[in-house]
């Protein structure tokens, strides 16, 4: 059991538009940042944001991200086959004083 | 650009001590930064587990599901950090990732390594 909660699965066609939820508490989202990690199969998981809603160099804009209270949401716009991927949120647990992820939501572009 | 390169026994017998080693390159981890040296695991199939983390101070922060088995530790000689896990048992079988990031965000990955545990 995640300490994060993600659905474990989402899907929407090319083109559109996917959003991928991250719910926890007020020891960990509710006041740390939020980063958000993609894994494709057999690949080590690559940062895509960090601190709430920044973007590493390199990763295009059609990522984003927003934190609200004690929720997190990626954002992912212009669907490409190519990103379907899992998807992991993280941050820290003031409360555990220790990392904690979500379980991961698996992406397919229909 | 940093690097991170994982090593280590990929085969650990039931009850023994998992160590592994990551290899860091293109940055140090003894210098002074925001930086902290990470441990996340993977089970086959499954997401994400963060083990621990270690400053360039020593400073350490684990797992508290594993912190009594788990030891973080810096080579500052070899600029290496390194993972024991003790008293293994099948469910510490994944895939051990090397990260550098801040205290929560890990940054820069290793590709990775695969322990199993049996006999």
């Known amino acids: 059991q995640s300490v994060l909660t993600q659905p474990p699965s989402v899907s929407a066609a090319p083109g559109q538009k996917v959003t991928i939820s991250c719910s926890g508490s007020s020891s960990n989202i509710g006041n740390n940042y939020v980063s958000w990690y993609q894994q494709f199969p057999g690949t080590a998981p690559k940062l895509l944001i960090y601190?709430?809603?920044k973007r590493p160099s390199g990763i295009p804009d059609r990522f984003s991200a927003s934190k609200s209270g004690t929720s997190a949401t990626l954002g992912i716009t212009g669907l490409q086959t190519g990103d379907e991927a899992d998807y992991y949120c993280g941050t820290w647990d003031s409360s555990l004083s220790a990392g904690v992820f979500g379980g991961g939501t698996k992406l397919t572009v229909l | 650009q940093v690097q991170l390169q994982e090593s280590g026994p990929g085969l650990v017998k039931p009850s023994e001590t998992l160590s592994l080693t990551c290899t860091v390159s293109?940055?140090?981890?003894?210098?002074?930064?925001?930086?902290?040296w990470s441990w996340i695991r993977q089970p086959p199939g499954r997401g994400l587990e963060w083990i621990g983390n270690?400053?360039?101070?020593?400073?350490?922060s684990y797992n508290p599901s594993l912190k009594s088995r788990v030891t973080i530790s810096l080579d500052t000689s070899k600029n290496q950090f390194s993972l024991k896990l003790s008293s293994v048992s099948a469910s510490d079988t994944a895939m051990y990732y090397c990260a550098r990031g801040t205290i929560a965000v890990a940054g820069t990955w290793g590709q990775g390594t695969l322990v199993i545990v049996s006999s």
């Open positions: 293109g940055g140090s981890v003894s210098t002074v930064s925001d930086y902290y």
């Open positions: 601190e709430n809603n």
């Open positions: 270690i400053y360039y101070s020593g400073r350490t």
